[in-house]
């Protein structure tokens, strides 16, 4: 049953992802859930981005705003979260991209069971040059509260819906790495719970070139967030870094 009463805004941060931009936008508008709108908001693209997003623009559902200087995606995200209006909020990165019946299956779960936060399964996939290298769709728990959360950060951004009550004045913290982890701990603190929908409902892209590089320096900032906004000891940060290690090789492997 489709309850497009029901709005939802899409945020969707980009930065030189024009090789993938297209892909993300149209899954976006080939939903069937039809009562959405779509923000980009780009990062002073130097690629091609631009030319890809004015594709879009004659669509009136498909609001853009372009930044004069790089300014990172907490920075995006929170100008998205300000000037969108709707019931629901959710989030897309540009290099990721939905099933169709994302939405509207899961805004009529939330709606039903009067759930405030949701996610899903997803699956990752290697990007290398042109090749996609698809993993194991993930098998996460049926729900998360903080402290789980903070030794299993498996709910993925690109799969989440979040009502707007609850977001309320919470915004994303201008740090280099992890600020979407942060926005979760932040909303678990408040929410309490936060509950996944049966379903898989996202693609997310891994680009190869990254990840070797970017594992160190994501542990360094993991340990920073915890120690100075969620006040862990130092025997509660190590194992929460440990644990959230654990898992990510479980779902990425070790590459």
Same mark, same amino acid.
């Given at each position: 049953?489709k309850n497009n009463?029901l709005?939802?805004? #899409?945020i ?8 993938y931009?297209?892909?993300?936008i149209?899954?976006? #508008?080939?939903?069937? $859930?039809?009562?959405?709108k779509?923000y *980009? *908001?780009d ?5 091609k ?7 879009f623009r ?8 372009k ?14 979260i ?7 909020i959710?989030?897309l990165?540009s ?7 994302? %939405?509207e299956?899961q ?5 039903k069971? !009067?759930?405030?936060?949701t996610?899903?399964? $997803? #699956?990752?996939?290697i990007?290398?040059?042109?090749n /996609? /290298? ?8 049926s ?5 789980e959360?903070?030794? !299993?950060?498996s #709910?993925?951004?690109?799969t ?5 009550? %609850?977001i309320?004045?919470?915004?994303f /913290?201008?740090?280099k790495?992890?600020?979407? $982890?942060l926005?979760k701990c932040? *909303? ?12 898989t409902?996202?693609? $997310?892209r891994?680009?190869?070139?990254s990840r070797?590089s970017q594992?160190?320096h994501?542990i %360094?900032? %993991?340990?920073? *967030? !915890?120690?100075?906004?969620n ?7 190590l ?5 959230i290690s654990?898992?990510?090789i479980k779902k990425?492997g070790?590459?």
């Amino acid at each position: 049953m489709k309850n497009n009463n029901l709005s939802i805004d #899409i945020i969707m941060p980009n930065f030189n992802k024009a090789r993938y931009l297209k892909e993300a936008i149209e899954s976006v #508008i080939n939903q069937t $859930y039809k009562n959405w709108k779509l923000y *980009i *908001i780009d990062d002073c693209s130097s690629d091609k981005s631009d030319e890809i997003i004015n594709k879009f623009r004659q669509k009136n559902k498909i609001k853009y705003v372009k930044l004069k200087k790089n300014k990172g995606p907490s920075f995006c995200r929170n100008i998205g979260i300000r000037i969108s209006d709707s019931n629901y909020i959710s989030f897309l990165d540009s290099d990721d991209y939905w099933v169709k019946n994302k %939405l509207e299956d899961q805004i009529n779960f939330m709606n039903k069971n !009067n759930f405030s936060f949701t996610y899903t399964d $997803y #699956i990752p996939f290697i990007q290398k040059n042109d090749n /996609k /290298k698809f993993l194991e769709k993930t098998s996460l728990k049926s729900s998360f509260n903080f402290n789980e959360f903070t030794l !299993n950060s498996s #709910i993925n951004t690109t799969t989440m819906i979040v009502s707007r009550s %609850l977001i309320k004045n919470l915004k994303f /913290k201008k740090i280099k790495k992890l600020e979407d $982890y942060l926005f979760k701990c932040q *909303i678990l603190k408040q929410s309490k719970i936060a509950y996944k929908f049966n379903s898989t409902s996202a693609f $997310y892209r891994i680009l190869d070139k990254s990840r070797s590089s970017q594992r160190l320096h994501n542990i %360094l900032y %993991l340990w920073k *967030i !915890n120690q100075k906004y969620n006040n862990f000891s130092i025997f509660r940060n190590l194992f929460s870094i440990f644990m959230i290690s654990v898992n990510s090789i479980k779902k990425y492997g070790f590459k």
